[in-house]
């Protein structure tokens, strides 16, 4: 019988309830979606292998240098400096390290000369002033000694000429090796063993005088000379000619270059090639 039926009992007729049934079973919630997953990125090009020489740059530059290094940098620049000067020393005097005896000794000899020499311009000097001071006469020891001064300097002007004991030095070069420098230090060297009056050839040689290589010889103070190149010079053969037979100096220099040498002591040497005396334009003496 259905409730809406007449005679049908309500709830409230005093009947027992009813037993509930089982529960509604409540339905999972969905599980969410994974996320897709995203795709793997592209790669690019494999980089390139670095070569040797690149990963040689790439380690040097840019550079990282410390205030140690630099300091090291500085003293290996010293040290480096100081032994390329001693290398150098060194190789200047091999050439008497390896002299005999008698090499050397000649080598003092002629420096024991040139101390001599100097020692006797300073006496005769002093003796001069000894002179001029205890002379009578001051006004003529005083002339005399003038014209003795402009004799000799006339002679190292060039402007006289001068005759003496000295030595002949005859430079063959048939093969065309000697060139000027060579023969400037023949100058010089003569010069430095106490030699008064130099001429090469025909050229007289004084204090401004300068040597140049010019075509098919040399050039004195712009005037041509050619082979054979004949030194006369007036001075102490015993000092000239040692000065030049040294070891390492000018003949055997000139000997290297397949150039023939040779020196001749004279008892007279007669040096007549003569530079013209020139008037100064402007300078006059601080006595006038």
Request: hydrophobic residues 35%; glycine residues 10%.
């Amino acid at each position: 019988m259905r409730d809406d039926e007449p005679g049908a009992q309500g709830p409230d007729s005093g009947d027992a309830p009813r037993p509930a049934g089982p529960p509604r079973r409540q339905p999972l919630p969905e599980a969410a979606p994974e996320p897709a997953a995203e795709p793997p990125p592209e790669e690019g090009p494999a980089p390139a292998e670095l070569t040797g020489r690149q990963r040689l740059v790439k380690g040097l530059w840019p550079p990282r240098v410390t205030r140690a290094q630099l300091t090291v940098a500085v003293l290996l620049f010293v040290l480096g400096l100081g032994l390329a000067i001693q290398v150098r020393s060194t190789n200047d005097t091999g050439a008497l390290r390896g002299a005999r005896q008698d090499d050397l000794v000649r080598i003092l000899d002629e420096l024991d000369d040139r101390t001599e020499r100097l020692e006797d311009e300073k006496q005769r000097l002093e003796d001069q002033r000894t002179e001029l001071e205890n002379s009578s006469d001051q006004a003529e020891e005083a002339r005399r000694q003038t014209v003795e001064k402009e004799r000799q300097l006339g002679i190292l002007a060039g402007n006289v000429a001068a005759t003496g004991p000295g030595i002949t030095v005859t430079v063959q070069d048939a093969a065309g090796t000697v060139r000027a420098d060579m023969l400037l230090d023949a100058v010089q060297e003569l010069r430095a063993a106490g030699a008064e009056a130099i001429q090469v050839n025909d050229v007289r040689v004084v204090a401004g005088t300068y040597l140049s290589d010019g075509s098919g010889g040399v050039n004195v103070d712009g005037n041509k000379i050619t082979r054979p190149y004949r030194f006369k010079v007036v001075g102490n053969p015993q000092d000239l000619e040692p000065a030049l037979n040294i070891p390492g100096g000018v003949v055997q220099t000139l000997e290297k270059g397949q150039a023939t040498v040779v020196v001749t002591r004279e008892e007279k040497i007669v040096v007549d090639a003569l530079r013209p005396a020139e008037q100064p334009d402007y300078a006059r003496s601080s006595n006038e």
